[in-house]
């Protein structure tokens, strides 16, 4: 009895050590682009606070840009630029003094590589014309 007892425990600590999954590890701290003001539909004008997050574990850099939206040409106005990671705080300044229209703010961070790692867009941007 004692020896059924010895197998059966070591069968099962060998299915425990080697069949069974180990409990995965807490995931490390990965790229985010993450825009938190303003926000889709938004109506903007004059100098606009942008503020969110641009964070990676290879990170190199981080850049804002505005186009058209929509924007099937892919076209963007780079307006931001920096090398310094940031959570939740300005992270821009953008002059929305543009032609009455829609726009996108687009956020790219990029690794020491030069690749994006992670983006994020705001989209339907309103800017009017001004009151008279």
Request: hydrophobic fraction near 45%; aromatic fraction near 10%.
């Given at each position: 009895m004692q020896r059924l007892i010895r197998g059966t425990i070591a069968a099962v600590w060998?299915?425990?050590m080697f069949v069974m999954p180990a409990a995965a590890a807490p995931p490390a701290q990965d790229s985010q682009a993450s825009i938190t003001s303003p926000t889709?539909?938004?109506a903007v004008s004059g100098l606009v606070e942008i503020f969110g997050t641009a964070t990676s574990s290879d990170f190199s850099r981080y850049e804002l840009a505005f186009g058209p939206d929509p924007n099937p040409g892919d076209s963007w106005?780079?307006?931001a630029?920096?090398?310094i990671v940031l959570t939740n705080a300005q992270i821009g300044l953008w002059d929305a003094n543009l032609p009455a229209g829609t726009y996108t703010l687009r956020l790219r961070v990029f690794r020491s590589d030069g690749s994006v790692?992670?983006?994020d867009f705001v989209n339907g941007l309103m800017r009017t014309?001004?009151?008279r």
């Amino acid at each position: 009895m004692q020896r059924l007892i010895r197998g059966t425990i070591a069968a099962v600590w060998i299915a425990a050590m080697f069949v069974m999954p180990a409990a995965a590890a807490p995931p490390a701290q990965d790229s985010q682009a993450s825009i938190t003001s303003p926000t889709d539909g938004q109506a903007v004008s004059g100098l606009v606070e942008i503020f969110g997050t641009a964070t990676s574990s290879d990170f190199s850099r981080y850049e804002l840009a505005f186009g058209p939206d929509p924007n099937p040409g892919d076209s963007w106005t780079t307006f931001a630029s920096a090398n310094i990671v940031l959570t939740n705080a300005q992270i821009g300044l953008w002059d929305a003094n543009l032609p009455a229209g829609t726009y996108t703010l687009r956020l790219r961070v990029f690794r020491s590589d030069g690749s994006v790692t992670a983006e994020d867009f705001v989209n339907g941007l309103m800017r009017t014309s001004p009151r008279r």
